[in-house]
């Protein structure tokens, strides 16, 4: 499974770099809001945009995502973002919707002319599989099913639970839901398992992305499912790494090496 990292924040995206495991990097507005306030400092939004295209480096993918909601305006920002931008280190994607109001159809349409450019299109805000199957046809490189907000959605319309109050974002959320579904579907895992099912059912080389990630135990769950990528929250990254019995493991370790006189051999 590929691994991208889901934030605006160069810091992040460096550390995590170092670590070995990012292979692209996504970005929403929100993102980009919450790193600009703590990163962005007195540089200009472009320049910040720049820097972090060239720290994710030419192998690693960037989604940018556009905020028009016609077609034509968000072609237009697309075409702009990737002419100002792709120069740098030739890793731009484009986030497009897949709708953006009800009664129009514009994802669609810019998806079909963004490929017919051959800019790549990560399509963005996929609730449902059959989004995902329609987006694969008209052309996009990516489509990101948001598992998280299923969750979100099933507890807080389903089962009547509020955000922050009776849940927090970051909680575990069964794969096979809590005996209410989203017109069949379960969890965010399981849209993420029937988008992934029925892309490969047609051979698209659509790579699907697990978007909305919370909690390690969803990465676990999406990488059981064989998605192609999860993109993954810094923080959700770090949790990744934690469990008691390693630290107490580590502990025990370095107390045992110090009495056996391992020091000796490295000093
Ligand atoms: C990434 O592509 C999405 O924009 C992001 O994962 C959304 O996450 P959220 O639902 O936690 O805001």
Known sequence: MKIFIDT???????????????DGVTTNPSLIRKAVEEEKKDMSLE???????KVAGPDRPVSLEVMGLKSEDMIREAEILYDKFNGIAGNVVIKIPINTYAGHYEGLKTIKRLSE?????????????????????AGARYVSPFAGRIDDYLRETKLGLKRGQDFQKGDYYPWDGKGVDDNGIRSGADLV????????????ETEVIASSIRNARQVREVAMIGVHIAT?????????????????GVKKFSEDAEKAGYREIFS
């Open 47 to 53: 320049d910040y945009i720049a820097e972090l295209l």
């Open 8 to 22: 605006a924040k160069i810091s992040e995206i460096r550390e995590a770099i170092s670590w070995g495991i990012v």
């Open 232 to 248: 993954i929250p810094f923080h959700v990254l770090q949790s990744m790494l934690l469990h008691p019995k390693t630290e107490e």
């Open 117 to 137: 450019e051959g800019i790549p299109v990560n399509c963005t805000l996929i609730m449902t599989p059959e989004q995902a199957l329609l987006a694969a046809k």
């Open 193 to 204: 398992e029937k988008t992934v099912m029925i892309l490969e059912n047609y051979d698209y």
